[in-house]
């Protein structure tokens, strides 16, 4: 990704959240069943593998498989952090909000395992998302950059 796109895609991303923090309509907290799930679960992110493509807004990783993660229908999210495999729950809601529940992994050896905690942290740290073309930005509460993911092929 080169420094230009990344910065129209930081640009955009914060252009998006100042509008939706500037809405009128409140964000429902997901933990109440208010815009969780509920039978199937649609939003833009479902049905598609996610590849790891950065951790923050420029650092990549280097791990003995690409970190990835997939959403079902249902609302069950699967995938990789690069060493384990790792299984949970999401819930989307108004103004792009995200929240992975009960995430858990296979622990097995890896020497990259501080790198996958953060590939394991980002999903649970991960309060809003935005989509640009092909790519999946996550936010944290705070409105910053966590992490972004490529669609996988």
Same mark, same amino acid.
């Given at each position: 990704m080169t420094p230009l796109r990344l910065r129209h895609l930081i640009s955009l991303a914060a252009v998006t959240l100042v509008l939706s923090a500037c809405s009128s309509q409140s964000t429902p907290d997901l933990a109440d069943g208010d815009g969780g799930m509920s039978g199937d679960v649609s939003s833009p992110v479902v049905g598609k593998r996610w590849n790891?493509?950065? $951790?923050? +807004?420029? =650092?990549?990783? @280097?791990?003995? %498989? +690409?970190?990835?993660?997939?959403?079902? @229908?249902?609302? !069950? $999210?699967?995938?990789?952090?690069?060493?384990?495999?790792?299984?949970?729950? $999401?819930?989307?809601?108004?103004?792009? !909000?995200? =929240?992975?529940?009960?995430? %858990?992994? +296979? !622990?097995?050896?890896?020497?990259? %395992? =501080?790198?996958a905690q953060r590939v394991h942290d980002m999903l649970d740290n991960a309060y809003r998302y935005l989509i640009d073309h092909d790519r999946l930005v996550f936010f944290g509460p705070n409105s910053l950059v966590l992490g972004g993911f490529r669609l996988g092929k």
């Open positions: 790891l493509l950065l $951790v923050g +807004t420029n =650092e990549k990783l @280097s791990m003995p %498989a +690409t970190p990835w993660f997939q959403v079902d @229908s249902s609302g !069950r $999210v699967s995938g990789s952090d690069g060493c384990n495999q790792l299984s949970g729950t $999401v819930s989307f809601g108004d103004n792009q !909000r995200i =929240e992975f529940g009960d995430l %858990a992994s +296979t !622990r097995r050896a890896c020497p990259q %395992a =501080e790198d």
